[in-house]
């Protein structure tokens, strides 16, 4: 009997089962708030616009539309007739102008320089090595910030007149006998830049020791592990960290300079007409509006200032970077 070979069964082994794939979770629809539910479901943003709002009234109604109507008028005449740029041409070819914005650019050069120099140096004096009375120094330097700006001139015009200083022996050393003698033209850029630091770099100061302060100390620790000194750290790190905070301060101290009034005023009062009622541009203003009765031409040396200084501004913003993100 022949053997028959064997059948395969009926059934085979199975086959390798294919594994399943994970159903994916389906991804809720984001909804959008509408535009007036926001402010209810961000209250944090409500507060914002609140705080804001405040002083946002306060741009429009002592700087946006004052400068628009000072605008207006430089384009205008008396008569409210479009002029164009008649009243700037005027008032540029006034002999006045050219010796005011002279006055004015020298001083404000001598006058950025110093309060960059000192007030940053004096910063990091108190910073590193005169921590310890750095709260002293501070309310020293910030105390004669309190006086009124008439207050200051007149207090310097006391100190600066050889008859009744209690340094009149220095001036009289120096060759300056005579009030009119220290108030010489020549002289009245530096002693401007003198009642400007005494009065306004007090608070400059408490701000930059604030900046410095915000620099982790672990940067300076590494830097002095490293082996750098108190020089290197400062040029190459602490000021550079501080390169924002002084072009802030640049920016505001050009637009306060280029307002310069009162300490010309008086002095030019206190010279008996030795020195001219038309010192800086904002005398020579103040003669066209309230000599002369002419508020246009007035207007257009005040849009001539707004130009400048924002022209400057920007400059500053841009080549320091400002509002760029660190």
Known sequence: ????PATPAAHSAPAPSVPSVPSVPSVPSVVRPKRGDRGARNPVGRAGYLFVSGYVLLL?????LPTVYAVRLALTNSRGQYVGLGNFTRTFADYRFGPAFVHIGLYLLIWLVVLMVLVVLL????HGRMRRTAS????LFYLPGALAGVASVLLWLILLDPASSPVGGLLDALGWHTLAQVISPGHL?????????????GGWIVIMYGALNNIPDEILEAARIDGASTLQIALRIQIPMLTKWIAYMLILAFAAGTQLFVEPQLVSTASWGMIPDSWSPNQLSYQYAFQAGDFNGAAALSVDLLLLGLGCAALVVFRAGLFDRD
């Open 136 to 139: 002293a120094l501070r309310f």
């Open 1 to 4: 009997m022949t053997a028959t």
């Open 60 to 64: 429009l109604a002592f700087g946006v």
């Open 189 to 201: 850029p530096a002693l401007f830049t003198v009642i400007a630091f005494w009065t306004g770099a």
């Open 123 to 126: 910063a990091l004096m108190l």
